[in-house]
């Protein structure tokens, strides 16, 4: 993608998802130059800017407004029947994480493939960007098959068993392949995120916005292994159990 100076994105919020998965859609807006301008920046650095135009998108059935976590409620601006958000309209397409139980219904796997397999004229494509949980839906759609993805690093192996015909990466927060991007776990979708704008629009700009928004500067790795990570959390358990034991022999 060359550096357009203007972005359409479109979040896809079928059912709910989880409001940290959603929070990496300000980092574009933190590009636009309505912002960096309200930021007090000079003007060399506004002039780099990228607008964008960002829709909220869920199924007709939905209603006005889908629920998000801690009780927060998201005013959708589009459904997937609307022809502002179909195939061709859009640059990047973003799927924030819904509660990982939800299977997909048909509307939903068509729309986000639709959009993962349109080719443009000059070979456009929209970009998919899975956060979380959210690449449940990406991987239901169909469109994961033959790639490699990451996902929630506890919930690789029931990707793994879901999911064969995908290569399942654990040890990197995001993985590229092709136009799909998906990131592991919630806050690691900020990173995706930072990654992304730096390869697609890198500059000055991008690399303002990353400092103002404190992201980017983790690494694709993870820094525990996954033996590491797994001795992690058997100890925080351990720890909550033996909590546990001593508030029942209190009371």
């Known amino acids: 993608m060359s550096s357009p100076k203007h972005l359409r994105i479109g979040v896809f919020i079928p059912a709910g998802c989880q409001l940290l998965d ?37 199924l007709p059935s939905t209603g006005p407004e889908v629920e998000l976590t801690a009780n927060t409620f998201l005013r959708i601006s589009k459904t997937t029947k609307d022809n502002e958000v179909q195939p ?35 070979g ?27 996902g929630p690093r506890a919930l690789i192996p029931r990707l793994k068993k879901e999911f064969p015909g995908t290569e399942w990466v654990d040890d990197r927060r995001w993985v590229v392949d092709g136009n799909i991007w998906s990131s592991g776990g919630i806050t690691n979708g900020l990173e995706m995120i930072a990654a992304y704008i730096r390869q697609k629009f890198a500059g000055p700009a991008a690399e303002a916005v990353m400092a103002m928004a404190d992201v980017g500067e983790k690494g694709v790795f993870y820094t525990n292994g996954n033996t590491k990570e797994t001795l992690w959390w058997l100890w925080q ?15």
């Open 22 to 58: 959603m929070s990496g859609i300000d980092i574009f807006f933190m590009l636009s130059p309505e912002y960096l301008s309200a930021c007090g920046l000079p003007a060399p650095l506004v002039a780099l800017g990228i607008g964008c135009t960002i829709y909220y998108i869920s």
């Open 88 to 122: 061709g309209m859009l640059d990047v397409m973003m799927v924030p994480g819904p509660d990982p139980k939800m299977i997909s219904d048909q509307d939903t796997r068509t729309f986000l493939k639709s959009h993962a397999e349109w080719r443009g004229e000059n």
């Open 237 to 251: 358990i351990l720890r909550a159990v033996d909590l546990g034991i001593g508030k029942d022999q209190k009371s």
């Open 124 to 150: 456009e494509k929209v970009d998919i960007l899975s956060i979380c949980t959210g690449i449940f839906l990406v991987a239901q759609s169909g469109i994961l098959t033959g790639l490699s993805a990451s």
